[in-house]
């Protein structure tokens, strides 16, 4: 191992599951889920392009968030399939660079995504008669345009500094994927300062959207109380328990992982952690958008009379 480390600019993913049956079986299972992410969301995705009754700002923004759960998941299950299955752990440079740098920018641009989803609930419910203006196309397309900007940047400067960092000891990262954290401990250079700055980009990224979130909702939430229809009152109560699902399933594995002490951190439980937010959250969503969403179910069944008709 020591000689591969010293001949070799590749990384090695020790991976998440058991070289066995039962890591076998954990795998046609991830597998499994896998193909239902890319089925929902692909799903998802073509549903609000095809249905102009979802073309509004809030479907538009829960198509890019659809978006980003399948680039985010494609880039990491392809990769953890196949290393288990050939036998090989090895991630290249340049492949862990790119892996390192997708998987940050879908994390980072969802939070900020998943804030102006909020702020979309936000205007809807408060200020309907000012939502035309304050919610227009064109304001939609900036908060998707400053998500994904905003994201990538975040994202190219983490990747651009930890593949500097010079990895004289191991490169055996104990993770299914090429996450900075556990990236950073096998540099042979003192980084607490970098780590220090990936808690602060944390907070910037993760604690002040969510906070952000929290606020709109706490206002929509006591707004919703307020109302006197009841039919009104139970619509925006579906509304916003859906967007508060999603967004328990995001902010919680992370929360825990960023901001849970370090002593109390372990590379098991890191992983299992990034499971919940790299699978399993991108299968849910679009499950949670379309069982508690009559709109969307009224569009999938429009779509599914539309080719029934045609295969008349």
Request: with cysteine; proline share 5%; hydrophobic share 45%.
């Amino acid at each position: 191992m020591e000689k591969w480390n010293q001949t070799s600019s590749d990384f090695i993913l020790l991976g998440l599951l058991p070289p066995n049956q039962i890591g076998l079986l954990l795998l046609f299972l991830i597998i499994l889920l896998f193909s239902f992410t890319l089925f929902g969301n692909s799903g998802m995705i073509y549903l609000i392009c095809m249905d102009p009754r979802l073309h509004t700002p809030m479907y538009f923004l829960l198509s890019q968030l659809s978006l980003m759960d399948l680039m985010s998941i494609t880039t990491i299950v392809p990769k953890m399939a196949f290393n288990f299955l050939s036998g090989q752990k090895s991630i290249s440079f340049l492949g862990c660079g790119v892996q390192s740098f997708l998987f940050v920018t879908m994390a980072s641009a969802e939070g900020l995504l998943l804030s102006s989803m909020a702020y979309d609930r936000l205007v809807a419910i408060c200020h309907p008669l000012h939502y035309p203006i304050r919610m227009s196309k064109r304001m939609c397309w900036k908060m998707i345009m400053g998500s994904w900007i905003l994201g990538s940047l975040h994202s190219l400067a983490h990747t651009a500094y930890a593949l500097q960092l010079p990895y004289c000891r191991s490169r055996a990262i104990n993770h299914f994927l090429c996450d900075i954290p556990a990236m950073v401990p096998l540099a042979c250079v003192d980084t607490w300062m970098y780590e220090y700055m990936i808690f602060v980009s944390t907070c910037l990224f993760l604690l002040f959207p969510f906070l952000g979130i929290t606020a709109s909702y706490g206002r929509v939430l006591y707004t919703v109380f307020h109302m006197r229809s009841q039919e009104g009152r139970k619509k925006a109560y579906t509304t916003c328990s859906t967007h508060l699902t999603v967004v328990t399933f995001y902010y919680a594995p992370f929360f825990f992982t960023y901001f849970q002490p370090s002593h109390l951190r372990s590379a098991t439980g890191d992983k299992i952690l990034a499971v919940f937010y790299t699978i399993l959250t991108p299968m849910l969503n679009p499950i949670i958008y379309s069982l508690r969403n009559k709109e969307v179910l009224r569009a999938i069944s429009r779509v599914l009379d539309m080719f029934t008709s045609i295969r008349k």
